[in-house]
């Protein structure tokens, strides 16, 4: 007995093993068919550094992130669920009536009243 | 010749659950293993795409959407933000465990054991015997359900303000504590 | 191979929690502590859907919304003490973090 929900998303798990397939498979080739770079010791020093051309690298090249990057993404994370909660009433819509979209209306003030305040403060700038 | 028997023997549904829960649980074991805390946060990602898999065989798959939106979109990737804000020096010698390990440890595992003893003498009872059969027009209606269900006065009206409430309070206090208190910070300043 | 009955989800569920938990009790990074967090919101998460599906109730697959909408809130105001201590600790190892041990 074959699960008929299965079936339909059947296309998603071919995209998946394509994908996957193709990640083994081009690093696969690059090391089998890519020249066999030298082992640290033996090989000019220049191989191993960040620029072959000569420049030497300057500090560190994981660099601590400032936090307004963090301040965007609490935006986007709250936006994220807010899209979420958003389209089962969209699809609904139309048998849920004036109620429903008051119910929605007192939840999107409540929600913007935030995005107001964060707004107000600047906080949208980039600097 | 037994196993290849045993694999053709699987259902697609079978197929799909032990796919899904291999990675779940595999993926979940590298993020609490891992020294690394970027590749725990990649794993983690797996992890919750494991679940997402398992959703689709619960017929759920408006969920499985929303967890891959949610979890693996947003909430991973303001994990990975967090990693590097708080960045410093990679410190490999040091212990990834912290100094209760090992009362956490024997918590875990009587905890486990507590759970397993439960779950292994409900295995094979009757309440669940079967998924019950749902008719495919109410599956193709089960998000505009969801809809209906979350301005309902009767269902969960309420509980859909309260959580924009929330949203609103996480809204302001995550920017609020997050906010650099002086111009120039010494934290910045040492990176 | 028995037919996928909903102990497998039950058992699946426990695991991953137990897993979190694990992840919980003897982590010392704090951000490793909130990865775990979500995973044993995911397993509740689990339950809910496979009971819902059980029980042919939809008001479980309602709740997973509640859910997800609290780790979103709870990650975000989280991770932002997390930033906060960092700033001012210059660390986020829990065994360093007890000044409010008195």
């Known amino acids: 007995m074959e699960n008929q929900i299965l079936i339909d998303y059947l296309p998603i798990a071919v995209l998946f093993g394509i994908a996957l397939f193709f990640a083994l498979l081009i690093p696969a080739l690059s090391l089998s068919l890519g020249p066999k770079p030298k082992p640290i010791d033996e090989a000019p020093i220049h191989k191993y550094m960040p620029y072959e051309s000569g420049i030497v690298a300057i500090g560190e090249a994981q660099r601590r992130l400032p936090v307004k990057f963090y301040r965007i993404a609490v935006l986007f994370i709250l936006f994220d669920v807010d899209i979420i909660l958003l389209v089962p009433w969209a699809i609904s819509f139309r048998q849920l009536g004036m109620f429903g979209l008051a119910v929605m209306g007192l939840f999107m003030f409540l929600f913007l009243l935030g995005d107001l305040w964060v707004w107000k403060k600047g906080l949208l700038e980039w600097e | ?120 003498q409900w295995f094979g009872g009757e309440a669940f015997a079967a998924k019950p059969p749902v008719a495919p027009a109410v599956l193709s209606n089960a998000v505009a359900a969801l809809g209906v269900s979350f301005v309902n006065p009767n269902a969960f009206a309420l509980p859909f303000i309260v959580i924009s409430i929330l949203l609103l309070a996480a809204l302001i206090g995550a920017i609020y504590i997050a906010w650099p208190r002086q111009r120039i910070d010494p934290a910045e300043d040492e990176a | 191979m028995p037919p996928v009955t909903i102990e497998w989800y039950v058992a699946l569920s426990v695991i991953l929690f137990l897993i979190g938990s694990m992840g919980v009790l003897l982590r010392r990074n704090a951000i490793i502590l909130f990865m775990s967090i979500e995973m044993m919101l995911n397993s509740a998460n689990l339950l809910f859907v496979a009971f819902a599906r059980y029980l042919g109730d939809l008001d479980g697959q309602v709740l997973v919304f509640f859910v997800i909408t609290v780790a979103a809130a709870e990650v975000a105001v989280g991770l932002a003490l997390i930033v906060a201590i960092f700033r001012t600790k210059h660390s986020i190892n829990i065994d360093e973090i007890n000044l409010m041990k008195g």
């Open chain 2, 1 to 120: 010749m037994t196993f290849l028997t045993f694999l053709t023997s699987l259902t697609s549904e079978q197929v799909v659950f032990i796919l899904a829960s291999i990675l779940t649980i595999g993926a979940a074991l590298v993020v609490v293993t891992n020294r690394n805390l970027f590749h725990a946060a990649l794993a983690l990602m797996a992890s919750f795409l494991g679940v997402a898999g398992i959703y689709i065989t619960l017929d759920a798959g408006f969920l499985a959407a929303a967890q891959l939106l949610v979890y693996i979109g947003a909430i991973s990737i303001l994990i990975i933000f967090a990693i590097m804000v708080t960045r410093r020096m990679m410190q490999v010698s040091e212990s990834p465990f912290n100094s209760q390990r090992g009362l956490g440890f024997f918590v875990a595992v009587a905890g486990f054991l507590i759970v397993a003893v439960v779950i292994l």
